[in-house]
Antibody
Framework: EVQLVESGGGLVQPGGSLRLSCAAS????????MNWVRQAPGKGLEWVSY????????YYADSVKGRFTISRDNAKNSLYLQMNSLRDEDTAVYYC????????????WGQGTLVTVSS | SYVLTQPPSVSVAPGKTARITCGGN??????VHWYQQKPGQAPVLVIY???DRPSGIPERFSGSNSGNTATLTISRVEAGDEADYYC???????????FGTGTKVTVL
């Protein structure tokens, strides 16, 4: 069974930093591209970042480019999101999401971790 | 940037057909994926590549895509289909994934 478990969320002040982790199991993690997708309270889904299976290709949404860094450790079956210079508008549930490796569809999602940016 | 527009809400009686549209410039040239999200839960992929269904998704869910509009159709709607639905595409001109604005489906 595919499982994606996020961790690392919490309350952080504006301008602060946070590192999210996603532990993957139940599939060959090194064979799949991955994404981070977020959802602000009461709002819709917003794609944040994409990383290919070998980390050779990385993309970011304009809203986070230069502040967030996606990475992965295939030996540890883990995906990460380093978030710096956090703003109020970064408050959201962050989902780790497996790319279907075709057409950029997401076929599995974690349950999400809440990040709250507030003073 | 590429924009996907969905109606905020759709209401449908049980047993009837719900159609949810997703509008975008020449969206027919892109692959459209659809997700269902119930309150407090993570999204679930219900349609990929315009009209393909993942295993475990009922045949009642179907999709089409042409011109400037993609459509998710839910036939014989059940109470359990009440959820938010999002379309999604990959915009190759910007190398960004884009989600639609979302549609809340209410079963009357």
């Amino acid at each position: 069974e595919v499982q994606l478990v996020e961790s690392g969320g919490g309350l952080v002040q504006p301008g602060g930093s946070l590192r999210l982790s996603c532990a993957a199991s139940g599939f060959t993690f090194s064979s799949y591209s991955m994404n981070w997708v977020r959802q602000a309270p009461g709002k819709g889904l917003e794609w944040v970042s994409y990383i290919s299976s070998s980390s050779s290709t990385i993309y970011y949404a304009d809203s986070v480019k230069g502040r967030f860094t996606i990475s992965r450790d295939n030996a540890k079956n883990s995906l990460y999101l380093q978030m710096n210079s956090l703003r109020d508008e970064d408050t959201a549930v962050y989902y780790c999401a497996r790319d279907r490796n075709s057409g950029y569809a997401v076929d599995y999602w974690g349950q999400g971790t809440l990040v709250t940016v507030s003073s | 940037s590429y924009v996907l527009t969905q109606p905020p809400s759709v209401s449908v009686a049980p047993g009837k057909t719900a159609r949810i549209t997703c509008g975008g410039n020449n969206i027919g040239s892109k692959s459209v994926h659809w997700y269902q999200q119930k309150p407090g839960q993570a999204p679930v992929l219900v349609i990929y590549y315009d009209s393909d269904r993942p295993s475990g998704i009922p045949e009642r869910f179907s999709g089409s895509n042409s011109g400037n509009t993609a459509t998710l159709t839910i036939s014989r709607v059940e109470a359990g289909d009440e959820a938010d639905y999002y379309c999604q595409v990959w915009d190759s001109s910007s190398d960004h994934s884009v989600f639609g604005t979302g549609t809340k489906v209410t079963v009357l």
